[in-house]
């Protein structure tokens, strides 16, 4: 059973920076595009970036463009989000997902159990 | 980068069939057949449920169809059952290279 792991989540204050991380494990993550989804307290789910498998294509949805930065390590699993700037609207729960064919990132097959960021002061 | 539109609720009896509406634009889900649906029950990461309009992933139910007529994708769940209670998502690749999703239905089953 695919299993995606995040971690690094917590409180942090307005204008602070904070690292998301996401271990996968039992299947190919070298094969597959990876994203971060998230959804705020009591709202709706929102794709916020995903990276293509060699890391060469990444897309960000305009709200997070030029403060947060998605990477991943192929050598260790892991798929990563650089979140700086950050603001009260982007508080939320952030999920680690894999994007269901290994030749586009149409849709998101399996899902972490999520990480909850508090952007508060 | 606009959420595509869905209704807020929807309710049905067990045993009935429902069906969620997902309205985007030429840009969204009327320009690709790459609408997928996510199931979430509450405090749970959500599940897919249906991807490229109308295909099921193995595991989930053939209660669950999908389909699509110009900018307008549905979702159809026949034969209602209590444990489909939850909140249903539509999501469309976009135009822009980016993805875009419903603000998100909650199914309430009598």
């Known amino acids: 059973e695919v299993q995606l792991v995040e971690s690094g989540g917590g409180l942090v204050q307005p204008g602070g920076s904070l690292r998301l991380s996401c271990a996968a494990s039992r299947f190919i993550f070298n094969k597959y595009w990876m994203s971060w989804v998230r959804q705020a307290p009591g709202k709706g789910l929102e794709w916020v970036a995903n990276i293509k498998q060699d890391g060469s294509e990444k897309y960000y949805v305009d709200s997070v463009k030029g403060r947060f930065t998605i990477s991943r390590d192929n050598a260790k699993n892991s798929l990563y989000l650089q979140m700086n700037s950050l603001r009260a609207e982007d508080t939320a729960v952030y999920y680690c997902?894999?994007?269901?064919?290994?030749?586009?990132?149409?849709?998101?097959?399996?899902w972490g159990q999520g990480n909850l960021v508090i952007v508060s002061s | 980068q606009s959420a595509l539109t869905q209704p807020a609720s929807v309710s049905g009896s067990p045993g009935q069939s429902i069906t969620i509406s997902c309205t985007g634009t030429s840009c969204d889900v009327g320009g690709y057949n790459y609408v997928s649906w996510y199931q979430q029950h509450a405090g749970e990461a959500p599940k897919l449920m249906i991807y490229?309009?109308?295909t099921r992933p193995s595991g989930v139910s053939n209660r669950f169809s999908g389909s699509k007529s110009g900018n307008t994708a549905s979702l159809t769940i026949s034969g209602l059952q209590v444990e489909d209670e939850a909140d249903y998502y539509c999501?469309?690749?976009?135009?822009?290279?980016?993805?875009?999703f419903g603000g998100g239905t909650k199914l309430t089953v009598l």
């Open positions: 997902a894999r994007n269901g064919r290994v030749y586009d990132y149409y849709f998101f097959d399996q």
């Open positions: 490229d309009v109308s």
């Open positions: 999501s469309s690749y976009t135009c822009s290279d980016t993805l875009s």
